[in-house]
């Protein structure tokens, strides 16, 4: 993630962060850890930036001056989210090839511990789509990012003598980028009636399965 305040600029100039700077990439840092804990136990509604600023002692307007909406935080704390859970996997990359999708349904039974940031994520790409929305080029980034990574794992895993077409690898790759979400959303409406992780698994087996075998929905045409 870019900063406003310039830092790769800073980085590729050599230039040595100065204490205020530091100070302020500090606090933006523990702003993001408190929201992160209050937006997962609370969810989206219900988590106030005003406890947030409570829990790091400094006032409401402090976390606008540092993030500038609670959009804006909701937004930088579900990147947050990603670069931690990135840190946390060997090599602090995803994986390509099969062990990507393993890593997709580890994430899944992640989410079913966070709730409150599965809500947030799930309202804000939701509320995405309408026109001038402030997380449209945040989730269109996303999303697009998220196709190149699987649709790349994808292509590992078949038979390079019997390659799916690039149409059908993107298709596959937004299928599962759309059942992962969906299942999301089931989840939180009911969490007793959707095993999250179990779900997700089955959901991309049968995708890759389809993919490989060459079954791209012809049934269904």
């Known amino acids: 993630m870019t900063d406003a305040d310039g830092t790769p600029a800073n980085r590729a100039s050599g230039k040595a962060k100065g204490p205020r700077q530091l100070r302020s990439e500090q606090r933006r840092l523990e702003i993001l850890r408190a929201a992160t804990a209050t937006f997962g136990a609370r969810g989206y509604r219900n988590g106030s930036l005003g406890e947030i600023a409570d829990q790091v002692g400094i006032t409401h307007a402090g976390i606008l001056h540092h993030f500038g909406s609670k959009n804006q935080l909701l937004l930088e704390v579900l990147d947050y989210r990603d670069q931690v859970d990135v840190e946390q996997l060997e090599g602090k990359h995803p994986?390509?090839?099969?062990?990507?999708?393993r890593h997709l349904v580890d994430t899944a039974r992640n989410n079913t511990t966070r709730?409150?940031?599965?809500?947030t994520y799930a309202?804000?790409?939701a509320?995405?789509?309408t026109d001038d929305?402030?997380?449209q080029e945040y989730f269109r980034?996303?999303?697009s990012g998220l196709r190149e990574?699987?649709?790349?794992?994808?292509?590992?895993i078949c038979d390079p003598d019997a390659m799916p077409s690039d149409t059908d690898i993107d298709t596959a790759a937004s299928a599962i980028i759309g059942v992962m979400d969906g299942l999301q959303v089931q989840w939180l409406l009911d969490d007793g009636a959707v095993d999250l992780p179990y779900a997700t698994a089955f959901a991309i087996d049968a995708i890759l399965t389809a993919l490989v075998a060459g079954r791209t929905g012809d049934r269904l045409r």
């Open 95 to 101: 994986p390509e090839g099969l062990p990507l999708f």
């Open 115 to 119: 709730p409150g940031i599965v809500q």
């Open 141 to 143: 980034n996303r999303f």
């Open 133 to 135: 929305h402030p997380a």
């Open 127 to 129: 509320d995405s789509v």
């Open 149 to 156: 990574m699987i649709s790349r794992s994808l292509a590992q």
């Open 123 to 125: 309202v804000l790409s």
